[in-house]
Nanobody
């Protein structure tokens, strides 16, 4: 069974950095597109960044472009989200997810990790 476990969240001051990790197990991780999403209190979950299995065409939400970087390490079955120049509006629970090759939807999700940015 596929399992995704996020880590690396925490409390940081505005302008600071955090690196989130998502460790995958139980599936052919290297052949799937992976994504990061976030959900702030009272808001809907939103897409943050995605990376295909080939890692050659990453894509980002406009709100994080230029500040966040998604990457993956196939040998470690881990995907990362490097977050720089953090803003209070980046405060949310961050989730990683795996995209289904059949439907194009994200069908496996981690439990999330809290990121809080203080002003």
């Amino acid at each position: 069974q596929v399992q995704l476990v996020e880590s690396g969240g925490g409390l940081v001051q505005a302008g600071g950095s955090l690196r989130l990790s998502c460790a995958a197990s139980g599936g052919a991780f290297s052949r799937y597109t992976m994504g990061w999403f976030r959900q702030a209190p009272g808001k809907e979950r939103e897409f943050v960044a995605g990376i295909p299995w080939s890692s050659d065409n990453t894509y980002y939400a406009d709100s994080v472009k230029g500040r966040f970087t998604i990457s993956r390490d196939g040998a470690k079955n881990t995907v990362y989200l490097q977050m720089n120049s953090l803003k209070p509006e980046d405060t949310a629970v961050y989730y990683c997810a795996r995209e289904s090759r059949l439907t194009g939807r994200y069908d496996y999700w981690g439990q999330g990790t809290q990121v809080t940015v203080s002003s």
